[in-house]
C-alpha cells in the first residue's frame, strides 16, 4: 500500500489510459476507453457489472467469469472484492474495460488464496464493465415512484372524498325532497281541512239561519 496517494498517468498509443500507484503497486490500463458523464461512472456505493479473467503472473488462469457465462455484480468500495478491484474500477463507465495488475497487498497478501492463489502473488486480472447502477440514479428512481406512488394515493383519496361528497350531496338532496314532499302533503292536508271545517261552518250556519227562519214564521202564523 506504499505509494497509493501517488497517482501517475500515461497515455498507450493515443488511446489506452494506464495509471500505477506508486512502485510495485496497482496498475491500471485502459483498454477500450468508454466516454459517460461524470455522474455515470462508477463511485463508491455504486453497483457495478462485470466480466473477468483472472491470471497469475505466468499466465495461468485462475478465475473467469466468461466461462461461467455467467456476469458478476459488486458494490463498490464495501469491501465485496479485493482492494485493487474497488480502486482499480474506480471512475469506469458501462462498456469499458480495463486491464489490472494487482500487487499481493491490494489483493490477497501473503495469505494467499487456498490452492489456486499462491501467497504474495501479484494478480493480472482483464476486466469488462457491463453496467453500473449509480447509487444516486437508484434513490431517484425510488423517489420517483415513491412520488407517483404518492400521487396516486391522492389521486384515489381525492377520487373516494369525490364520491364521498357526491353521495352526501346526493342523501342531502333526497332529503330535501321528501321534505319538499311531506311539506306540500301537510300543506294539502290542512288546506283539505280548512276547506273542511268552512264547509262545515257554512253547513252550520246554513241550518241555524233556516231554524231562525221556521222559528220567526211559526211564530208569525200564532
Not at 453496467?131 to 384515489?156: C, G, I, S
Request: hydrophobic share 30%; proline share 3%; charged share 40%.
Amino acid at each position: 500500500m506504499v505509494g497509493v496517494k501517488t497517482v501517475i498517468l500515461c497515455f498507450l498509443l493515443g488511446t489506452s489510459l494506464c495509471k500505477s500507484v506508486g512502485k510495485g503497486a496497482l496498475q491500471v490500463e485502459v483498454t477500450k476507453e468508454v466516454k459517460c458523464k461524470e455522474n455515470q461512472k462508477a463511485q463508491e456505493g455504486d453497483k457495478v457489472t462485470v466480466h473477468y479473467g483472472g491470471f497469475l503472473q505466468d499466465g495461468k488462469k485462475f478465475d473467469s467469469s466468461f466461462d461461467r457465462a455467467q456476469p458478476f455484480t459488486f458494490t463498490m468500495g464495501v469491501g465485496q472484492v479485493i482492494p485493487g478491484w474497488d480502486q482499480g474500477l474506480l471512475g469506469v463507465c458501462a462498456g469499458e474495460e480495463r486491464h489490472l495488475v494487482v500487487p499481493a497487498p491490494l489483493a490477497y497478501g501473503d495469505r494467499g488464496a487456498g490452492d489456486v492463489i499462491p501467497p504474495g502473488a501479484t494478480l493480472l486480472f482483464d476486466i469488462v464493465i457491463v453496467d453500473v447502477e449509480k447509487t444516486n440514479a437508484k434513490k431517484d428512481e425510488e423517489l420517483k415512484r415513491n412520488q407517483q406512488e404518492e400521487a396516486q394515493r391522492k389521486k384515489q383519496e381525492e377520487a373516494q372524498r369525490k364520491k364521498q361528497e357526491d353521495e352526501e350531496r346526493k342523501r342531502i338532496e333526497q332529503k330535501e325532497k321528501e321534505e319538499e314532499k311531506e311539506r306540500r302533503r301537510q300543506a294539502q292536508k290542512a288546506k283539505a281541512e280548512e276547506e273542511e271545517r268552512r264547509k262545515k261552518e257554512e253547513e252550520e250556519r246554513r241550518q241555524a239561519e233556516e231554524e231562525e227562519s221556521r222559528r220567526k214564521e211559526d211564530k208569525r202564523k200564532q
